[in-house]
């Protein structure tokens, strides 16, 4: 009775530890057939470092997994690969020069003696592809596809073992908003048609209640709820994801925009790049957040790195403080009170200096002496106030940036930044990107504390439309390079936003 | 409009594909009109000895870097293994030529392996290992030819032949060379071990989650590469008939610049075996044109190192992501 009723996948209590953590604590869980169950946590929840423990990429220190009844001990994910059990990860695997019939076969090519079959493999992918009912070029370098498609080549690689169990590492985290809907609708598709179970990890919050049939939250490394997801609220879900009250919370003030806009800091028309005109009408009010949002590519970053004095373009003419800038490099921007927090971290700290040197390299002319001798007390006690003036968590003055996790950077980042002398408008690029969420309500808190009480302007650049919607006062939506929306915060609607950012206008 | 774009973009990229080889093209042409004797076969025969020379250990040091690793010791393996068979036979410590040279060859492979013992294994940054065993290697150079060149009488008929011998009128060097090329090739296009080498250097995460065994391609990649660097050094040894200190680094350059230069050929921004030809059949049509011309020496260096950064320059432009290993990291 007992081997009939046994899951086809079962946890057991396991656990994983690495050097002074519990990455992953006692877990337990079940997966049952023909099943969508999906993983949710916040980063560094555990999900991961778990899955990994089921391909046998990592050891299990305690517990153990059953299939089918039947106790199981891989020593790396081949032996998972043979009962069943395939990975796609959250970074891309793919070899870009290779077509995507050769990645899916990549490692286990089929051989004509000791020459690789590549017409096989043509034909084992063509089978595969129509088995799993996607259509994808087959023989182009899989460096021509986008983001969606390399997805698909590492499903149908995934695939080509014929598992019973597909983990899904974060799949939608590379594709954009118009891509992620069909996706959601393949995987549902591919699951029942195949009689897959798939483990579905992620952190957003909706993609579980389009496609899973069960969920289980993970918070600290420990599992805090399964249920089926016709018997949950998303609030309990959250509530399940964060334990504790780690969230802060804040009031934006309304804002009275007539009064507001004669104190504009800065006012953009156009700008020349890439050879083309580029209609970006936008402008940002002393103690005013305004919110850029877009697809990836849609031209937010591109126009603040260009104000910003970072990226070149080809003309450039905007009012910034009521005078005309035309020109000047990023150093040139700073001292007029501009500065910009790139969305990539490692563009904005250098590795391998400590913390003192980080933030003092912003101020190299405040401690430095007239002949240029840096003065090093000055700049130690200088750095101390700005950590903890932003709640950065450090074991050493004197340890390296890069030791610290990404949210403490990022308040490294920005607090050195909102010291620079007469700053006017700071623009965060993708401030909280690979953030949980109680590091990112901080930045949202230094955000409006920024506006609020220290009245500069900022601009806040997001692929997140719900941290936009909870922050900013005004936003404005980016399409193939121009502005092509503007919203105060009570216009703030998220449909309207989307169909703006994904087609122009035509939703409006 | 869009369609002449097309077509322009088109150009642009067979240009790019082929533009080594319209080089190559449009100097034998060049020097040819200017001085006709430049075209009898005996100098186009010679154009190729040279070339396979820098164009086998290019291709050696090529496959170091497809794997995105970079061996800057190939110059010293080149030398000691000439020297170790010039020396071995002229003390007599080897009955045979063929025993002599396999054993050296075994030796040098056993290099390939020190070498990527630091670099794959133990992870230090491939250049600064290969550089510093290249020291040691160096000193052993010195150590065999008692610092000076090594020449022995006593050395078999068998040590000159694949560099002077000639078979039907073609020269055993050329021979020999083609069937390095040919070799290489077979391995890099239609094997298994071929193509995870190539795969290795552009995505070494990919290629450790579908179950390949990084660290072994790599360091296969290592020990192919002392062995046919080391082999172009008894081949130079051989046309020269003796044993210089400076044999190796006299080739290493124009080689580690073919087998750039080479990528620029027929697939942009990949190392590949035809690519290395060209470029070497390239630096060796520029020395031997400039030599014909009778214009001075310098120029030929000034050509090469032209030619050489506007090919990398070029992919630079074009391709994000570079060519492997020339990011030296």
């Known amino acids: ?508 | 409009m869009a369609d002449k774009g097309k077509k322009g973009a088109e150009i642009g990229s067979f240009i790019t594909k082929y533009f080594l080889l319209i080089a190559d093209a449009i100097l034998i042409l060049v020097f040819g009109i200017l001085r006709p004797g430049f075209l009898q076969p005996i100098n186009l025969l010679d154009i190729i000895s040279t070339a396979s020379l820098v164009g086998t250990m290019g291709m050696g040091a090529g496959i170091v870097m497809m794997v995105g690793e970079m061996n800057f010791g190939v110059a010293a393996e080149a030398t000691l293994t000439a020297s170790i068979l010039g020396w071995s036979l002229g003390k007599g410590y080897m009955p045979a030529y063929v025993a002599a040279l396999l054993a050296a060859l075994v030796l040098i492979g056993l290099m390939g392996v020190l070498d990527s013992f630091f670099a794959v294994i133990l992870g230090v940054p491939a250049f600064i290992a290969t550089l510093a065993i290249s020291k040691i290697n160096d000193g052993f150079v010195r150590l065999l030819t008692e610092n000076k060149t090594m020449y022995y009488s006593s050395w078999p008929e068998l040590f000159t032949f694949i560099g002077q011998g000639k078979i039907a009128g073609i020269p055993v060097i050329t021979i020999v060379f083609v069937l390095i090329i040919a070799a290489l090739w077979f391995l890099m296009e239609k094997t298994r071990l071929g193509s995870y080498i190539e795969a290795v250097g552009n995505n070494q995460s990919c290629c450790s989650h579908v179950g390949i065994n990084v660290r072994k391609v790599k360091i296969i990649a290592f020990v192919i590469c002392s062995v046919v660097c080391g082999f172009s050094g008894i081949m130079a040894s051989s046309k020269t008939a003796n044993v210089m200190n400076t044999l190796g680094s006299s080739l290493m350059m124009d080689a580690m610049a073919a087998a750039m230069m080479g990528a620029t050929f027929l697939r942009p921004g990949r190392f590949n075996i035809p690519g290395t030809v060209v470029a070497a059949l390239l630096t060796s049509i520029i020395s031997n044109g400039i030599i014909f011309m009778g214009a001075p020496d310098f120029l030929k260096d000034m050509i090469s190192g032209v030619i050489l950064i506007i090919a990398v320059g070029y992919i630079a432009m074009t391709r994000k992501e570079g060519l492997p290993s020339v990011k030296m990291g």
């Open chain 1, 1 to 508: 009775m007992m081997a009939d009723a046994a899951p086809l996948l079962s946890i057991k209590e396991i656990t994983k530890k690495f050097t002074g953590i519990t990455a992953v604590d006692h877990v337990s869980f079940d997966i049952g057939n023909n099943e969508i169950h999906a993983l949710i946590g916040e980063n560094g929840a555990g999900k991961s470092t778990l899955c990994k423990m089921l391909t046998g990429e990592y050891n299990i220190d305690e517990g153990h997994i059953e299939i089918n009844g039947e106790e199981m001990h891989f020593k790396e994910p081949a032996d998972s690969m043979k009962v069943g059990i395939s990975m796609v990860y959250q970074e891309r695997n793919l070899v870009g020069y290779m077509t995507a019939a050769q990645n899916v076969f990549l490692g286990s090519e089929p051989m004509k003696g000791i020459v690789v079959d590549q017409k096989e493999i043509q034909k084992k992918a063509e089978k595969l592809q129509e088995y799993l009912g996607v259509n994808i070029p087959l023989d182009v370098p899989v460096e021509k596809l986008g983001a969606g498609e390399q997805q698909l080549v590492e499903i149908m690689r995934a695939n080509s073992t014929t598992p019973q169990i597909l983990i899904l590492d974060e799949p939608t985290a590379s594709l954009g908003e118009g891509e992620i809907g069909p996706f959601l609708n393949f995987v549902k598709k591919m699951t029942k048609d195949l009689d897959l179970s798939v483990i579905y990890i992620t952190h957003k919050l909706e993609e579980i209640f389009a496609i899973a049939d069960k969920v289980t939250v993970m918070a600290d490394g420990k599992k805090t709820l399964t249920a089926n997801i016709s018997e949950i609220t998303q609030e309990e879900c959250v509530k399940a994801m964060i334990r504790g009250d780690k969230i802060k919370t804040f009031d934006i003030p309304k804002k009275d925009y007539k009064e507001l806009e004669k104190k504009k800091v800065i006012e953009v028309n156009e700008l020349t790049y890439g050879g083309k005109e580029h209609d970006v009408q936008f402008y940002v009010c002393k103690g005013e957040a305004v919110g850029f949002y877009g697809l990836v590519g849609s031209g937010r970053t591109e126009t603040m790195e260009i104000i910003s004095g970072i990226r070149p373009a080809d003309k450039k003419e905007f009012m910034f403080d009521g005078e005309t800038v035309t020109g000047g490099d990023s150093f040139k921007m700073i001292q007029k009170g501009i500065i910009l927090t790139p969305e990539l971290r490692r563009d904005g700290i250098f590795p391998s200096l400590n913390l003192v040197e980080n933030v003092c390299t912003l101020f190299v002319k405040k401690f430095a002496t007239a002949i240029g001798m840096i003065k090093k007390k000055e700049g130690v006690d200088f750095t101390l106030e700005v950590l903890k003036k932003n709640g950065t968590k450090y074991t050493s003055r004197n340890q390296l940036i890069s030791e610290l996790s990404g949210g403490n950077m990022q308040k490294i980042i920005i607090g050195r930044s909102i010291e620079v002398e007469n700053l006017k408008l700071i623009t965060m690029d993708e401030p909280t990107a690979g953030m949980d969420l109680g590091a990112k309500s901080e930045i949202y808190l230094k955000i409006r504390n920024l506006t609020d009480n220290l009245e500069k302007g900022v601009i806040f650049i997001s692929s997140e439309l719900e941290e936009l919607l909870k922050v900013c006062d005004r936003m404005y939506v980016f399409y193939e390079g121009n502005i092509v929306k503007e919203l105060k915060r009570e216009e703030f609607d998220k449909e309207v936003i989307l169909g703006y950012a994904l087609g122009g206008a035509v939703n409006g």
